[in-house]
């Protein structure tokens, strides 16, 4: 009886400490916690502590805790509304899921707050300088170029209204896994913010490369390239947009958007609010969630694009959302993405002549809520639903594709396809039909 009451003391004991700690958590979870002071070591109050989206304010004593942190290695960051920033990197304890319970050889947080770079002006036009960048460009038309590059966005670029950024083909823009000027959409990752015009414009064998500066990179390191809606004229061709959390953003606004490869982005490859872009020629990939949404938009063309293999992290969306939007979205192979093909809310599409094929077991090929598409000359196969709460076209077709190597992603078509005549004038459908050329992987 005794020993079986020491054993409960000591079990007793093991659980008032790891009580003592600030919680006990699940092993891919946990709490950082810590002090934001300033340079003379002071308490600072009200400060907003940060890693991403996950945010929290310090108490009277400088002190803070921030929840559900994921276990690895994070940088934190803080700042106050006197113009103060500050971070520090710290690794979670993967093994147990608990930190800062002021146990042996842990310690508390400490981030020191100084003063925030200031904002960068750039007048009247030139050539920028290779190293680090940030700023506005306010003025004249400025030049990235390859004999400068790579280009280092340590804190947000923006371009005015009335600037025009030139960027030359072979450019390697690297975008800053935090933002230096802590300015924007989003005050801890780097953005291009274009309010003014964008042209960026590579060739077939020197793309323009927009990435995150990280050696080891993930899709989210950098926020995005957004068009805001005083942006005419912008264009994105052969350029390769990847590990952003948003790669391409359209606000109001209509670049032209084609010989593109966008991948690896952590939510959508391409956003479209009220916009009429032409998106045409591009191969969308491995993005976590939308290759391409859009929400509110007018009409804008989506034609001859190769999306696959995207929805990495999510049941609930599509290769190509649709929110209260017209669209054409012809010639276009959508295959292999984890959920949906196609998702329509309140929208009024055209789908003609793509082809729709295995977006994954007990999934939709195309998903109509409360909307009237034409459809027609697709055909869309190997779902479960392969038309859900809409009607094949009266030439829609549903059979085997015949890709020439599905297991590589070349998905240009066998001979025999019956793809190869399925279109409304006789020829070849889905992304390389109709003179479709999307670049090669």
């Known amino acids: 009886m005794k020993n079986i009451n020491l054993k409960i003391l000591k079990l007793l004991i093991i659980f008032l400490i790891i009580a003592g700690c600030e919680s006990i958590l699940a092993p891919d979870e946990g709490e950082i916690s810590g002090t934001v002071v ?8 009200s400060a907003k502590v940060y890693i991403g989206d996950n945010w929290t304010l310090t108490d009277k004593d400088g002190n803070f805790t ?41 310690e508390d947080v400490t981030i020191i707050l100084k003063e925030k770079i200031q904002n960068t002006i750039w007048e009247y036009g030139g050539t920028l ?51 230096d000027l802590h300015s ?33 990179p993930n899709p989210g390191d950098w926020y995005n390239i957004r068009f805001q809606e005083t942006s005419i004229n912008s264009v994105l061709e052969y350029c390769e947009i990847k590990y952003a959390y948003y790669g391409i953003y ?9 010989y593109c490869k966008i991948n690896n982005n952590n939510y959508y490859g391409i956003y479209c609010y009220r916009s009429d872009s032409v998106i045409q020629n591009n191969v969308i990939y491995s993005n976590e969630r ?55 809310y309140y929208s009024q599409p055209v789908i003609k002549n793509n082809i729709i094929y295995d977006n994954n077991i007990n999934t939709y090929g195309i998903y109509a809520n409360n909307s009237s598409p034409v459809i027609d000359y697709n055909n869309v196969y190997g779902h479960s639903w392969n038309y859900y709460n809409c009607s094949a076209g009266a030439h829609d077709i549903s ?42 992987l």
Request: glycine share 10%; aromatic share 10%; proline share 5%.
């Open 38 to 45: 300033n340079e003379h070591e002071g308490a600072v109050y």
């Open 66 to 106: 921030l929840n559900n942190v994921p276990t690895g290695t994070h940088k934190i960051e803080a700042i106050s509304t006197t113009n103060y920033y500050g971070s520090t990197e710290t690794t979670l304890n993967e093994t147990t899921g608990v930190f800062n319970c002021n146990g042996p050889g842990l």
């Open 129 to 179: 300088p290779s190293g680090d960048i940030h700023g506005e460009l306010i003025s004249g038309t400025w030049y990235m170029t390859l004999a400068n590059s790579p280009y280092d966005v340590t804190g947000d670029l923006t371009v005015k209204e009335n600037a025009t950024l030139i960027i030359k083909p072979g450019v390697t823009v690297k975008m800053g896994y935090g933002d």
């Open 184 to 216: 924007g959409n989003n005050q801890s990752k780097t953005e291009l913010i274009v309010y003014g015009e964008l042209i960026a414009q590579g060739n077939p064998s020197e793309f323009i490369t927009f990435t995150s500066e990280l050696l080891n």
């Open 250 to 258: 359209c606000y109001n606004s209509s670049p032209l958007i084609r």
């Open 290 to 344: 939308y290759a391409i949404r859009l929400d509110n938009s007018y009409w804008p063309n989506i034609k001859n694009n190769l999306i696959f293999k995207n929805n990495l992290s999510s049941y609930y969306d599509a290769a190509i959302d649709c929110y209260s939007s017209g669209a054409n979205i012809e010639y276009n192979t959508i295959v292999k993405n984890t959920y949906r093909g196609i998702y329509l």
């Open 399 to 440: 059979t085997n594709v015949m890709f020439v190597d599905e297991i590589n992603n070349d998905y240009h078509l066998q001979g025999g396809s019956p793809c190869l005549t399925a279109s409304e004038t006789g020829s070849e459908i889905g992304a390389y039909g109709n003179g479709g050329n999307p670049p090669p």
